[in-house]
């Protein structure tokens, strides 16, 4: 069995009141056109965004904050920040929140890599999520910005890919801290198999299972744990996306 460890300021006090957690200060472009289209994909492996359960409310984090893959999935709230430099381009008393699919890198082609660069937290937002918070013409705005519990429609889902020793399973769709923590498979003839994280939110396994119906567990970086008994058939393909009705809440 697998092991269970593991300007503004009116927006900032009604969040302070129903006790938020604190803002940080960070900053927010945009990226892939105007029906953020040019966001599907990215460095969480997601593919088709829509598919995966995350839409058009999306966005690349820059090194800091993307933590090796190990913030994909999860949600941020963020507002314009109108009392710094470029607030004049906020759209007053507005939030979104953004899921985590993608990776804005440095471009040290610019000093200090550019907005992405090391150290500095950014969200490169679809087009769509940005212009909720800023004024298209700017740019770039300053934001205010926390983590939040993810809310989704539907269960997860294990998206399967690798060859015949060696499997390669996006995890898709997580509620709740919407990142995950560790996982595990399970075939119909093996016990629980610990996975490593490959890159994003695929996670790998160095087994062979085709032929075999799949199970999965999964710990939360929120810390709750869940097995997905029984997730795929014996049946099941590579290139094919495998839903559940279970659901993580924190």
Not at 73 to 96: A, E, F, L, M
Not at 204 to 218: D, E, N, R
Request: aromatic share 14%.
């Amino acid at each position: 069995m697998a092991p269970r460890w593991l300007g503004m300021w009116g927006v900032l006090a009604a969040c302070a009141a129903a006790g938020a957690a604190a803002w940080s200060p960070g900053t927010a472009t945009f990226y892939g056109g105007a029906d953020g289209s040019g966001t599907m994909g990215g460095a969480c492996g997601y593919d088709n965004l829509y598919n995966a359960g995350y839409g058009i409310n999306n966005a690349a984090l820059s090194t800091v904050l993307f933590n090796d893959g190990a913030s994909c999935g999860q949600c941020y709230t963020i507002t314009c920040d109108g009392s710094r430099p470029g607030g004049q381009y906020c759209k007053p008393g507005n939030t979104v929140t953004v899921t985590a699919t993608n990776l804005c890198p440095p471009n040290y082609a610019l000093p200090n890599g550019g907005w992405c660069g090391p150290g500095r937290p950014h969200f490169d937002m679809s087009q769509p999520a940005w212009e909720s918070i800023g004024v298209v013409q700017a740019g770039i705005v300053p934001v205010l910005y926390e983590q939040v519990k993810c809310s989704r429609s539907g269960g997860v889902r294990f998206s399967i890919a690798g060859s015949n020793y060696f499997l390669l399973v996006n995890i898709q769709n997580l509620a709740g801290s919407g990142s995950v923590a560790a996982a595990w498979v399970k075939g119909d003839k093996t016990g629980w198999i610990q996975m490593s994280r490959n890159w994003g939110a695929n996670w790998q396994a160095l087994a062979g299972l085709v032929g075999q119906g799949l199970s999965f567990a999964v710990t939360t970086t929120g810390g709750q744990y869940i097995q997905f008994l029984n997730a795929a058939p014996a049946w099941w393909q590579f290139g094919q996306t495998y839903n559940t009705y279970q659901q993580f809440v924190y």
